[in-house]
C-alpha cells in the first residue's frame, strides 16, 4: 500500500473492492473523496484525484457505527483514537444503558453511573455537553443519546420508589430539552439499582417526550436472565406506547438454565416488528461486562474482574482465585471488591450467533474505555464480526457483516448520508484486509489493537494509517433530521 502524503485535496483509492454497506456483492472500483466527500465511484483505473493511494487487495467499505457505546467521556478527551479508530469504528452511540454524563453534575455518581468514571458529570444541562463535544472536535462522529438513570438520580430523591406524578413530569422535560439541544433520544436501563424501582408506567411517562420526533428510545431491558420474557415484553409495550425507534440493547440471555432462549425472544422481536419499529444490537462475545454485584457474581461463577476501587490489584484476575486467596465464599469477596466492575462469563455460543446473525441486529461494541481491564470486546468487537464469524465461523457473508455495522445502524439511526459508501454520502470509510482482519484483544491481553486494518478516514480526513493516527479531530458530533 502506498504512503499518503499529508494534507487537503482529493485522493482515490484505487486497486480495492467496494463494499457498499447496504448488503450487496462487492466490486471492483475507484473511490474519489472531494471535500469530506464521496466524489465518485468509477471503473478500476479511471478515478482522478490530487494523491492516488494504492489499495490492492484490500477492501473499502463505510466507516463503522459503534451503535452502543459508552465513550460520553472520551469524545471530550482524545482518548477514542485507539480503541475505536484502530478496528474502524468512524463513529459512536454514546449515553447508552440509561446512562449519560448530561444533565447531571455530581461528585457521587452512583454505580452503575461509575462505569463513565467519577469526576465526569459536570454537566447539568444537555445542551452544555453538546457544545463541550463541539468544542473538543472528537476523532470520531458522535450521536448522543440521553439516558433515564442520569434523569432520575437528578429529579427522584427516593430511588426506592417509582416518580411521582411531578417528578416523571420533571424528567420528561429533561428529555424535551435533551431532543431539542441536538440528543437522537433517550437510553434506558431498569436493570440497574437506581432506576429498578421505575416501574412500567414512569416509563411511559418519560418516554411520551419522544412521540412524533423519529426519537430512538434504546433499552436496556429488566432482566436478561430468568425472567428475560416479560423483562422484553415491557420494552416492546413502551416502545410501542412512545411510538419510539426502538432499540433492545445488547440483546442475550445468561444463565446456562436460559441457554437457547434467544429462539424465544428473537421470535418475540420479530412478531413485534410487524407492527412497530425494532431493531436490536449485539456484541459478539459470550461474556458480559458491566458493574460489580455479588449475587450476580456469585451466581455465575465464572467471574474476571476489570476494576476495584477498594481493590485495584484485583484487575485482571478472577473472582476465584480472589476468593480462594482470602478463604472466603465469592459472594463475601465479590462484595469486598465493589464497587467495581466485572466480567460474566454467562452466555452460550448458540445464542450469540443467533441473535449477530439476525437480520435487525446491528453490531455495538458495549465497550467500557473506563475500565482498568477492560473486556476485549471494547478494542476487538468489529474485527472479531469480520475475522471470526464472518471469515472463519461462516456466520454470514463479509458483505451481510458489514452491513450491520454501517448501513443498517445508519438507518436506525437515522444518519442520512452515510453508512453507505455511494457518491454524495460523507467519506467515513474503512480499508482492510479481508484475508487478514481480526480482533487483536483477548481476555489476557484486552488493549492489543485489531490485526488488517490499513485506514481509517473519517469525513474524508485520513484519521489512521497502518495503525498511525493522522489526525485526531476529523469526527462531528451529528446533529437528528427532523
Ligand atoms: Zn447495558
Given amino acids: 500500500m502506498s504512503n499518503p502524503e499529508h494534507g487537503p485535496g482529493s485522493f482515490v483509492l484505487r486497486g480495492g473492492e467496494v463494499i ?8 471492483a472500483a ?8 464521496i466524489a465518485a465511484i468509477t471503473p478500476p483505473g479511471e478515478g482522478r484525484a490530487d494523491r492516488i493511494l494504492q489499495i490492492d487487495g484490500r477492501v473499502v467499505c463505510p466507516g463503522f457505527i459503534d451503535s452502543h457505546s459508552h465513550d460520553d467521556v472520551q469524545v471530550l478527551r482524545q482518548t477514542l483514537a485507539q480503541p475505536k479508530l484502530s478496528q474502524g469504528v468512524c463513529t459512536v452511540v454514546t449515553g447508552n444503558c440509561g446512562i449519560s454524563l448530561p444533565p447531571l453534575a455530581t461528585d457521587s455518581p452512583p454505580a452503575p453511573l461509575d462505569i463513565l468514571g467519577k469526576d465526569a458529570y459536570r454537566f447539568s444541562r444537555f445542551a452544555d455537553y453538546a457544545r463541550a463535544i463541539d468544542e473538543a472536535r472528537p476523532c470520531v462522529n458522535v450521536v448522543p443519546l440521553v439516558g433515564h438513570i442520569s434523569i432520575r438520580i437528578k429529579h427522584v430523591p427516593d430511588l426506592t420508589r417509582s416518580a411521582s406524578e411531578g417528578e416523571t413530569r420533571a424528567m ?9 439541544a441536538g440528543a437522537f433520544g433517550l437510553s434506558t436501563g431498569v436493570y440497574y439499582p437506581p432506576a429498578r424501582a421505575a416501574n412500567t408506567e414512569e416509563l411511559l411517562g418519560v418516554c411520551a417526550a419522544l412521540k412524533g420526533r423519529n426519537a430512538i428510545l434504546a433499552m436496556h431491558i429488566r432482566d436478561e436472565a430468568d425472567a428475560v420474557v416479560p423483562a422484553l415484553q415491557e420494552a416492546l409495550f ?5 411510538q419510539a425507534r426502538l432499540v433492545i440493547s445488547h440483546h442475550k440471555v445468561m444463565g446456562s438454565a436460559n441457554h437457547g432462549r434467544t429462539q424465544d425472544t428473537l421470535r418475540m422481536i420479530d412478531a413485534a416488528a410487524s407492527t412497530q419499529d425494532v431493531c436490536l444490537d449485539c456484541y459478539p462475545y459470550e461474556a458480559s461486562s458491566t458493574m460489580l454485584d455479588a449475587q450476580k457474581a456469585a451466581r455465575t ?3 474476571l474482574i476489570t476494576w476495584s476501587s477498594p481493590h485495584p490489584l484485583a484487575s485482571g484476575r478472577t473472582l476465584k482465585s480472589l476468593a480462594q486467596e482470602w478463604g472466603i465464599g465469592l459472594e463475601e469477596a465479590a ?6 466492575g466485572a466480567i460474566y462469563f454467562s452466555m452460550s455460543q448458540q445464542d450469540v450467533e443467533r441473535v449477530l446473525s439476525h437480520p435487525a441486529t446491528m453490531i455495538g461494541s458495549d465497550g467500557l474505555p473506563h475500565d482498568q481491564r477492560p473486556h476485549p470486546r471494547l478494542w476487538g468487537t468489529f474485527p472479531r464480526v469480520l475475522g471470526h464469524y464472518s471469515r472463519e465461523r461462516k456466520l454470514f457473508a463479509l458483505e451481510a457483516a458489514v452491513h450491520k455495522m454501517t448501513g443498517l445502524p445508519a438507518q436506525r439511526y437515522g444518519l442520512t448520508g452515510r453508512g453507505l459508501l455511494k457518491e454524495g454520502n460523507a467519506a467515513d470509510l474503512v480499508v482492510f484486509d479481508p484475508d487478514r482482519i481480526r480482533e487483536g484483544s483477548t481476555y489476557e491481553n484486552p488493549t492489543n489493537p485489531a490485526i488488517g486494518i490499513d485506514a481509517v478516514i473519517v469525513n474524508g480526513l485520513i484519521a489512521m494509517w497502518q495503525g498511525d493516527v493522522l489526525n485526531s479531530h476529523a469526527g462531528q458530533r451529528l446533529r437528528p433530521q427532523a
Avoid at 457498499?20 to 466490486?27: K, W
Avoid at 475507484?30 to 466527500?37: F, L, S
Avoid at 413502551?238 to 412512545?242: T, Y
Fill in 20 to 27: 457498499d454497506g447496504s448488503g450487496a456483492v462487492r466490486f
Fill in 30 to 37: 475507484d473511490v474519489v473523496v472531494e471535500q469530506g466527500r
Fill in 172 to 180: 420528561r422535560g429533561e428529555v424535551e430539552a435533551a431532543l431539542a
Fill in 238 to 242: 413502551v416502545g410501542a406506547r412512545s
Fill in 301 to 303: 461463577g465464572n467471574v
Fill in 335 to 340: 462484595a469486598k471488591l465493589m464497587p467495581g
